[in-house]
């Protein structure tokens, strides 16, 4: 019997509970024209957070909190996300939904600025897990970067890996797909990482940093 493949990812796509406060920042989002994760993009977050027992974590893409308030939900809870965007109006939204979900301002320490200048200034070897939704054409900079800061055991998770599903199209050639799809190839071939491509959402690429 063939499967409706869309029909499944559709039912998949609809099969988390997303909390008042995400749904809230989601709105705030739409409002803003800022494209948020899906709920099951935030529900693997969530797991994969919960997964490393994470306690400190970084965000590239902070948005309205959408993200965030799903990382919260599987992170200990005295956790720490950092999280950088080069929008400071968006990490004003995102303090506030924060707030409002109950999550305490310390958990939450919001830097607004451009990934690559801030990650450097960030600790070797001292975050459980690095997320990714950023600028695509620095995304491969970004990459080297996660790896410095995770702790062995750590995870690099990367979201709109498929770059709205053109990296699969060969035929595509424009510069932010060449960008994704060279992600996607280097990051399979690293010796350090055990790497998943799963089409959740736009696509998420997860990284496991070994251990040595």
């Known amino acids: 019997m063939a499967v409706d493949k869309n029909l499944s990812w559709?039912?998949?796509e609809e099969y988390p509970a997303e909390s008042s406060g995400a749904q809230l920042a989601r709105a705030h989002a739409a409002e803003l024209g800022v494209d948020a994760i899906s709920p099951a993009t935030g529900s693997l977050l969530r797991l994969l957070a919960a997964s490393v027992g994470a306690r400190s974590v970084v965000e590239v893409g902070t948005g309205t909190g959408v993200s965030g308030l799903w990382l919260f939900e599987g992170m200990a809870d005295d956790g720490v996300l950092t999280s950088i965007d080069i929008e400071?109006?968006?990490q004003r939204v995102a303090r506030e939904s924060f707030a409002s979900a109950g999550v305490r301002a310390a958990r939450a320490r919001l830097i607004a600025g451009r990934a690559l200048d801030v990650l450097p200034r960030l600790a070797d070897g001292a975050y459980d897990m690095v997320v990714i939704d950023g600028d695509p054409a620095e995304t491969a900079q970004v990459v080297d970067e996660a790896f410095r800061l995770l702790r062995q055991g750590g995870l690099l998770v990367i979201n709109d890996a498929l770059a709205r599903g053109q990296v699969a199209d060969p035929a595509r050639r424009d510069p932010i797909t060449v960008a994704a799809r060279g992600v996607v190839r280097d990051l399979r071939e690293r010796e350090?990482?055990?790497v998943?491509?799963?089409p959740t959402g736009d696509g998420v690429i997860a990284a496991l940093k070994k251990t040595s």
């Open 10 to 12: 559709s039912f998949t």
């Open 88 to 90: 400071p109006e968006y």
């Open 196 to 198: 998943t491509l799963v």
């Open 192 to 194: 350090d990482a055990v």
